[in-house]
């Protein structure tokens, strides 16, 4: 698995990092992915405190326990459960993260975090008490550099412009196009890395791809439109790659895109993830075509 930099950092990641929100509770299931990542060559792994609320940082911590210097392990703080209750809020002060860092430490059975990531973040948040935190931490040797997980480009712009963030983590595929207008352009001029997350789209952009078709579409894609642009990518792609390796290669082969973030529930599809992002990269040909049968989408809020 080739690695690549994150950012400005000095972290070397495998350009496809595991979403471990997907691994599910079961510890022989989740440690059976696990372990066909790390024969995979897969080093970044990425989890949050909201996960099964806080049993997925758990399982990480104790499958990694004695191998924890060969990983980069990411986790995300910022939504807190509510004590009793089902949902949670939002938090992005500057003593809840500050504190609530120990508590993922100690999930993750480690003394430190490699990339602590914001998981959200509104206009409205104590932006400077919150970028405050993170270089705290990272002074303190706590975490070793931060980032932010956000589908707004008015927040995103903000932490790119006023802390040392070395990533964000956006939504981006070839059916949610919205980054190449603003977050896109905006990190390749700093220097930092869009890890994008959902590549495939729920699963629209694979094989099983008509399974995961409904009446209620997809974003701005009405269940027709779908229905079109799929076969038509289907039908170019059918005798050269699969629709998972177009889709992942198409994230790759983007303007500041370093890393794709990808779930696995099963050996199998961790392994087919594998496969796409090790295939060839797009022709550009192959770009222009699926930029003219793809919608250009674009934020409508958070501008």
Same mark, same amino acid.
């Given at each position: 698995?080739?690695?690549?930099? %994150? ?30 990542? %790390? ?36 986790? +995300?703080?910022?939504? +807190? ?56 931490? +990272? ?65 629209? %952009? ?98």
């Amino acid at each position: 698995m080739q690695k690549t930099t %994150l950012g400005l950092s000095d972290l070397q990641v495998s350009k496809y990092g595991l979403g471990c929100m997907s691994i599910g509770t079961d510890e022989k299931h989740a440690f059976s992915i696990l372990e066909a990542a %790390l024969e995979e060559g897969i080093n970044y792994f990425d989890t949050a405190d909201l996960y099964d609320q806080g049993q997925n940082e758990k399982l990480i911590g104790r499958f990694f326990k004695h191998n924890r210097e060969d990983v980069v392990i990411a986790t +995300k703080v910022g939504n +807190k459960w509510k004590d009793g209750e089902q949902g949670w809020s939002w938090d992005a002060s500057k003593s809840y993260i500050k504190e609530q860092v120990k508590t993922s430490l100690k999930r993750l059975d480690t003394d430190y975090i490699d990339l602590y990531q914001l998981h959200g973040g509104t206009l409205e948040d104590p932006i400077d008490d919150t970028i405050d935190a993170f270089e705290e931490l +990272k002074k303190e040797g706590i975490i070793r550099y931060y980032g932010i997980s956000s589908i707004r480009p008015n927040v995103i712009r903000e932490y790119v412009e006023r802390s040392s963030i070395v990533s964000v983590m956006v939504q981006y595929s070839i059916l949610d196009r919205r980054p190449e207008e603003l977050i896109l352009p905006l990190l390749d001029d700093y220097g930092i890395s869009a890890v994008t997350r959902g590549p495939v789209a729920k699963g629209l %952009l694979s094989p099983q791809y008509a399974k995961k078709l409904s009446e209620k579409g997809y974003l701005d894609y009405s269940s027709e439109e779908l229905h079109t642009v799929l076969n038509n990518l289907e039908e170019k792609f059918k005798d050269t790659r699969t629709l998972t390796e177009a889709a992942i290669q198409y994230n790759l082969s983007q303007l500041a895109v370093t890393n794709i973030i990808a779930g696995a529930s099963s050996v199998e599809q961790l392994r087919e993830n594998v496969k796409a992002v090790n295939s060839a990269p797009l022709t550009t040909e192959e770009i222009a075509f699926i930029q003219d049968v793809s919608k250009v989408n674009k934020y409508t809020n958070h501008r």
